[in-house]
């Protein structure tokens, strides 16, 4: 699922009718549990704090700050 998901982009209607051609790709190879579908939400939140702490963990550096002036608003 992990990498399925990071497949998407756009909004919501967008991304399900991305994963439905993705998903008809995947089946081909490999079987899919579809009570996994729901994970795709969790996967993406956990990425974004990830990222987040990439950032927080890297801040004293000057290129940071300047890169990602977003980041502490």
């Known amino acids: 699922m992990q ?26 190879f490999h079987d899919f549990n579809p009570a996994e579908r729901h994970l795709a939400e969790a996967l993406r939140t956990l990425r974004l704090i990830h990222y987040a702490a990439w950032i927080a963990q890297r801040w004293h550096d000057p290129a940071f700050p300047h890169a990602f002036s977003w980041f502490d608003s």
């Open 3 to 28: 990498d399925l998901w990071m497949l998407l982009s756009g909004e919501p209607d967008q991304q399900r009718r991305q994963f439905d051609v993705v998903l008809e790709g995947y089946r081909q």
